[in-house]
């Protein structure tokens, strides 16, 4: 899941947002077809977060109403998802804390308009 510019065309679609804050769409798995994002993907039943938000109908974690925060949970904030915002320099908690601010359309056109799959990590 690494973002950059040279992706060409990202598409632009609200349910491309994955349940963890990531944007499915601009994810190059997703364009090259290999990948049907984080709400169409039954293979991903072993994601907690995932499997959680399916549970209580959530589109994302931004909905829940157990933690303000995401960082608050753990099955967001585990040993996994650390080790995948390090190696991927990828921030999800920021993606979440945006949706949560200014809503999931704001969130998916600033991911369209840097054409990443994640928010970057800062520190």
């Given amino acids: 899941m690494q973002g950059g510019n040279d992706i060409k065309e990202v598409p632009l679609h609200e349910s491309l947002v994955s349940m963890c804050g990531l944007y499915c769409g601009a994810c190059r798995s997703f364009l090259k077809g290999k990948c049907k994002g984080c709400a169409d993907n039954a293979k991903a039943s072993w994601c907690k977060v995932r499997s959680c938000c399916l549970e209580n109908s959530y589109a994302s974690c931004a909905e829940c109403t157990e933690h303000a925060d995401p960082a608050a949970c753990g099955k967001y904030n585990s040993i996994i998802s650390k ?41």
């Fill in 83 to 123: 080790a995948f915002g390090l190696v991927f320099n990828s921030d999800r908690r920021a993606g979440i804390m945006m949706i949560q601010q200014q809503g999931i359309r704001k969130f998916t056109e600033e991911m369209v308009y840097m054409k990443r799959p994640a928010l970057k990590r800062w520190g």
